[in-house]
């Protein structure tokens, strides 16, 4: 993540996600973890409530596209 661009908003604006989402499932153990961090933040950070809150409701079906907004919150 060192190469990474910083961005302002962690989700972009009016970003859709889905349970059906068609793509690549995300190992469990890879994504729950990072989830899970990411519930604390909010306590510190209220303008991440939203967004977290927009993922978890992803853990038990993550696809790539769950784990790809996951990294965009974790480097906000």
């Known amino acids: 993540m060192?190469?990474?661009n910083v961005?302002?908003?962690p989700i972009v604006p009016?970003?859709?996600l889905s349970k059906d989402d068609v793509g690549i499932k995300v190992d469990a153990t890879m994504f729950k973890p990072v989830?899970?961090?990411l519930m604390y933040s909010p306590a510190t950070q209220p303008n991440?409530?939203?967004d977290v809150s927009l993922i978890n409701k992803f853990m038990s079906s993550a696809t790539e596209s769950h784990w790809f907004v996951a990294k965009q919150i974790l480097r906000y």
Do not use: A
Request: proline fraction near 0%.
């Open 2 to 4: 060192e190469n990474c």
């Open 48 to 50: 991440l409530m939203y």
């Open 7 to 9: 961005v302002k908003n």
């Open 35 to 37: 989830v899970g961090s």
């Open 14 to 16: 009016n970003t859709r």
